[in-house]
């Protein structure tokens, strides 16, 4: 009996050996995404995606702290920045998978203008967005609102969310009118948008760049490099500009 | 020395903490008393429900609040009915949550004391011809008097502390609903850690003396010993 599991587990390790698997820390908004890039990825190379989603910031401090995630995709370019600058992640592996669209959202279907004007309606009792200190989606909606001279206006309006992923339950549930997330995550494929939305000019705001980055517990790990590569590829492109980001 | 919005989050945070502590043993208290002394086949039940916010992740149950007190949701409708408008991102929809969410640190505590009070000292006042009001009163509250204390403190502590659900319902407005936790979790997650730590020591000296205080206000008064 022994001799047969033993004869039974070595083809299983071997398989494991070549198939590895990859530790990545996904920002939220990506989180959609990166289910549907993973499977390509995985029929492609035989790899497996270990994802974890979740803030940029807060991986920031759990990488600092030795988190064993090998690469991430993170929300914006200054993370992948200073991971390098401080020695966490390999220089030179940092580029842009992704550009992000923001949207003003809301769940009512048709309450949402072409041109967002009823950013200023009376009928808003609350915007949603993401805290701006810490998500770059939050920082954008904010220079839209000021943009559009309504910083007065809006302030008793704002509601804070901690992500951009909150932000969107807030506008989802309908407790806000209005909320700033991002367009992947009201337009996803295959599915018919809900609600109505306003697709923000990018040059309202400063853009969105979200950065990937090979982080030192990745290195040396095959899987790794070949996630990266397989995001500068062209299926993956396609997957990511399908998701609603921008090139 | 704390900003003035720092001055803001802590006199929120000690109005919601005391509101949502005194509507918990207003709720409670019956609540505790009925599941201490029911033999209903449907108690279990009841207690598993008192118990289920123990269950859930608070940031979702903050979520299933929104949903049930949104525009959508049958509380959110109800109380638009009334005229009251929505809960979501105010004062009163904070302690809404707060009482349900605290809700099992309050009533198990006055439930276990309830339950030991001795049936015969109940039974001892029947006796004397005391209402069943006088016997609650007179004789079950003093005796279930440190389960009071018990889940005061526990109720405040954790309104203080719980984070997840205000941060949903709340929506981290300033003034309004931007609490301490809510607003030392802003401070951490922007790496502004000195004024986190500011926060931190801040409200954990602002608990400990309310703590140390409500313990010494029900200190269990005894006959001061005699010696001989």
């Known amino acids: 009996m022994k001799a047969l599991l033993l004869g039974l587990s070595f083809p299983l390790l071997a398989a494991a050996a070549q198939a590895g698997q990859v530790q990545v820390a996904v920002a939220a908004n990506f989180a959609g995404p990166i289910a549907r890039i993973g499977a390509a990825f995985t029929a492609a190379t035989g790899h497996e995606l270990k994802v974890s989603s979740g803030a940029t910031g807060k991986f920031y401090t759990q990488i600092v702290s030795g988190a064993p995630f090998e690469v991430l995709l993170a929300a914006d370019d200054e993370t992948p920045k200073r991971l390098v600058a401080e020695g966490h992640a390999v220089a030179g592996s940092a580029y842009t998978y992704a550009i992000g669209r923001l949207v003003l959202w809301s769940a009512r279907p048709g309450f949402v203008d072409a041109q967002g004007a009823v950013l200023g309606s009376d009928q808003v009792r609350h915007v949603a967005i993401a805290n701006p200190k810490v998500a770059p989606y939050g920082a954008a909606a904010l220079e839209v609102i000021r943009a559009r001279g309504l910083a007065e206006v809006l302030a008793p309006k704002l509601v804070t969310a901690e992500s951009i992923a909150q932000a969107h339950q807030f506008a989802a549930t309908g407790n806000a009118e209005l909320g700033f997330v991002a367009l992947s995550q009201v337009a996803v494929p295959g599915r018919p948008a809900s609600g109505s939305y306003w697709l923000v000019p990018p040059r309202l705001y400063g853009e969105i760049r979200q950065d990937a980055v090979l982080l030192q517990a990745g290195v040396g790990n095959p899987a790794a490099a070949a996630l990266l590569d397989f995001l500068k590829g062209d299926a993956a492109k396609a997957l990511i500009r399908d998701a609603g980001y921008g090139p | ?228």
Request: avoid cysteine; charge should be positive; hydrophobic fraction near 55%.
């Open chain 2, 1 to 228: 020395m704390p900003t003035a919005a720092e001055w803001s989050a802590v006199r929120l945070t000690a109005e919601l903490a005391g509101l949502t502590t005194l509507l918990l043993l207003l709720v409670g208290t019956p609540l505790a008393w009925w599941l201490a002394r029911t033999r209903s086949p449907a108690k279990p039940l009841w207690a598993a429900l008192v118990a289920m916010p123990l269950v859930l992740p608070p940031t979702v149950i903050g979520f299933y609040l929104l949903l049930l007190m949104g525009p959508h949701g049958p509380v959110g409708q109800f109380t638009q009915w009334l005229g009251l408008g929505r809960l979501p991102f105010t004062f009163s929809g904070l302690v809404v949550a707060s009482v349900i969410y605290s809700l099992p640190f309050v009533v198990q505590p006055l439930q276990q004391a309830f339950e030991a009070v001795p049936e015969r000292a109940l039974e001892a006042a029947a006796t004397l011809r005391a209402s069943p009001w006088d016997r609650f009163f007179s004789v079950a509250l003093p005796l279930a008097r440190p389960g009071f204390v018990t889940a005061s403190v526990l109720g405040f502590a954790h309104t203080v502390g719980e984070f997840g659900v205000v941060l949903m319902i709340g929506g981290n407005i300033p003034d309004r609903t931007r609490v301490l936790s809510v607003a030392l979790y802003d401070h951490v997650e922007a790496t502004e850690f000195d004024q986190a730590h500011r926060l931190a020591a801040g409200m954990v000296v602002f608990a400990g003396v309310v703590l140390v205080s409500l313990y010494v206000a029900n200190r269990p008064r005894r006959e001061p010993e005699r010696r001989p």
